[in-house]
């Protein structure tokens, strides 16, 4: 396909972003502080009335010219700013994901990593970047052991020792090379002055500071910058975090080769092998192996996505190190065989109960980083082994679970299925998605792993480090089951992700994209929203918002409170509830060139969707 005539050449738009905030476009129209809000709890001097511009914040947009869907709407404003000064969807996601670390410091940021998924609508291609954390050199499959006991997941949540080698910043380099107009300067502009003005205390940053609380405090770094004058931050005050604005503008002058191979590359280092404990605290806190020549050696490579033909679409996802596209490629597969739409909503939502459980099995046992393990992707993607697994699904009665793993190297045949263990990823993350007018698109998603990370912040330098490394198992989860598992940790390896940012083609073209947070629960989030949409016939806005189950292969499923859960019982499905599962994104390319852009109503406080030409 040829450029279009009007798509921007790349590095032809040194002046695109002029002050994107300080258009003050947006500004005026909602949400000053609260009068009497103390304002500034991160900043330091006077209290300052006013944030960034602020904009109301609304779960679904319909429109032209661009679109946006993020959890927060600082970002999606900054993003679709971006869109509207004529910038790719490469620019605003990164822009967008730059304002995220600043507004949802927990879930995202510098010191995280994330899968960037791109369709490129000049060639038709569609590429993803890894921008996974990696392990230290130093590290070996018995890392998180002592004394022949996988150590407590608390103890090494908040630790060095967690620290995976932050990939996002990579990412964003390579994003804006690829397929951005603006420099990385430019797409950090927007969020830097978020970071310096500050941003709306809502009631989902004060809980999360809230859940944190104990373990911020046994970091001096942190509470600091998250509990200033030793309190939570209050709703409708402003929060600014000059110390992340120095930063960004640190790498709007020297790149992310500052963190790489210079000044925050050393502090980041200094921080994981002697975090800043604070005096007294009881808490064993362990130190990382990571040194400069892991950080030095990094690298966010572009990498082939999976893809599997569902109901006339094509289905691009995450290849490992993440699991997200395998497992979400395979569950499709396997649903495939089923029609759904001629069936009843319990019949379809068994069947997207049973091959979520199935494609989880074989995610534990046969997915890890490929660049260590031989994960048998194509077989596990292809439609004929899907029939070994789907041709296990009893539509009368649910699977005893745990199901066994299936044999991808086999020939066939209808294997049975019985037995496998949990996981204990954190429920952190964010995803945004965009699309631009010449058709480009992004679902990206990335994370610092738990919510608040490690727990440990930089000192001065206004960010968190992740704690990704925990999403490796510390022991052989295989090995009861006769097999060796995929995910334990090793030298310059990447653990496992759920994570699951997806762009759906059809003909070629774009439709849908999407993605979530909430460990392993993205994949089923994705897969549910998927099946919503194309089997159930819900408008995007709906399929996101819907009621959630996730089945990730045990005893329980745990379910949404709306969820209906009656019939599905009687089938012998056991439910556990959770309050909330996930917080999607997504936006869908309609026929005629227009966007729906949807983001969550309520769950976690509700997202935001923009597009650049609102629909009358
Ligand atoms: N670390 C998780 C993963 O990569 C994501 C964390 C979360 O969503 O809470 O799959």
Redesign the pocket.
């Known amino acids: 396909m040829p450029l279009r005539p009007d798509r921007p050449l790349r590095r032809t738009l040194a002046v695109l972003v002029p002050p994107v905030l300080a258009a003050g476009l947006l500004a005026g129209t909602g949400a000053a502080p609260a009068s009497g809000a103390p304002g500034a709890p991160g900043a330091p001097g006077a209290p300052r009335a006013s944030a960034a511009p602020q904009v109301p914040k609304q779960p679904v947009a319909r429109g032209a010219g661009g679109a946006v869907a993020t959890v927060d709407p600082d970002a999606s404003r900054v993003a679709v700013e971006v869109l509207r000064a004529g910038g790719t969807a490469a620019d605003a996601a990164v822009a967008a994901a730059a304002t995220l670390g600043v507004t949802e410091p927990y879930s995202a940021g510098i010191g995280g990593g994330g899968y960037f998924v791109h369709y490129d609508a000049s060639t038709g291609r569609v590429q993803t970047v890894d921008g996974r954390e990696t392990a230290p050199l130093a590290m070996g499959p018995d890392a998180f052991v002592q004394d022949g006991q996988p150590i407590p997941f608390a103890e090494a949540v908040s630790s060095g020792l967690s620290v995976g080698v932050p990939g996002t910043p990579a990412t964003w380099a390579e994003a804006l090379d690829r397929w951005g107009t603006l420099s990385l300067a430019e797409a950090l502009e927007g969020a830097t002055e978020v970071a310096r003005e500050g941003f709306v205390v809502d009631e989902t940053f004060r809980q999360q500071t809230a859940d944190n609380e104990a373990r911020f405090r046994d970091f001096t770094s942190t509470t600091r910058l998250f509990l200033p004058g030793g309190e939570l931050p209050r709703v409708g005050s402003v929060f600014r975090n000059p110390q992340l604005a120095r930063t960004y503008d640190l790498m709007a002058r020297q790149g992310v080769d500052v963190l790489y191979r210079g000044a925050l590359g050393r502090d980041v280092v200094r921080t994981v092998q002697r975090p800043p404990v604070a005096p007294g605290v009881e808490r064993e806190v362990r130190p990382g192996l990571m040194q400069r020549s892991d950080l030095a050696a990094y690298d966010a490579p572009l990498r082939r996505p999976t893809v599997v033909g569902y109901r006339g679409y094509d289905v691009y996802g995450m290849a490992p190190s993440s699991s997200g596209g395998s497992t979400v490629g395979e569950a499709l597969n396997i649903l495939e065989r089923s029609p759904l739409r001629r069936l009843d909503r319990t019949q379809v939502l068994h069947r997207y109960l049973e091959a979520s459980a199935l494609a989880f099995a074989d995610r534990g046992a046969y997915v890890g980083d490929a660049e260590f393990v031989d994960v048998p992707l194509q077989r596990l993607l292809s439609d004929d082994y899907a029939a070994t697994r789907a041709c296990l699904i009893d539509p009368r009665r649910a699977l005893p679970k745990p199901v066994l793993p299936g044999d991808p190297y086999g020939d066939g045949g209808c294997a049975t299925a019985e037995a496998a263990g949990g996981d204990q ?5 964010t995803h945004l998605t965009v699309a631009d007018r010449w058709g480009d698109v992004v679902a990206y998603t990335l ?1 610092i ?1 738990q919510t608040g990370g490690s727990g440990i912040v930089v000192p001065g330098r206004g960010f968190l480090l992740n704690n ?1 490394l925990t ?1 490796f198992n510390f022991t052989d989860t295989q090995a009861a089951i006769g097999g060796t598992d995929p995910n334990l940790p090793g030298p310059g390896k990447r653990p496992r ?3 699951s940012p997806t762009i759906v083609l059809r003909d070629g073209e774009p439709v849908l994209a999407v993605g979530s ?4 629960t ?1 994949i089923t989030t994705v897969l549910q929203t998927l099946v919503n949409r194309i089997d159930l016939g819900m408008t995007l806005p709906r399929a996101i918002a819907a009621p959630r189950a996730s089945q990730r292969n045990t005893a329980t499923v745990s379910a949404e409170p709306g969820f209906p859960t009656g019939r599905l019982q009687r089938l012998g499905h056991a439910f556990t509830e959770t309050a909330e599962i996930g917080a999607a994104a997504g936006v869908e390319i309609r026929r005629d060139g227009t966007f729906v852009a949807a983001a969550e109503p309520v769950r976690r406080g509700g997202g935001s969707a923009m597009v650049v030409r609102p629909r009358r």
């Open positions: 990823e954190g429920l952190s993350t994370t792993e990704e999403d992700s759920s994570m947070p909430g460990g392993s993205i």
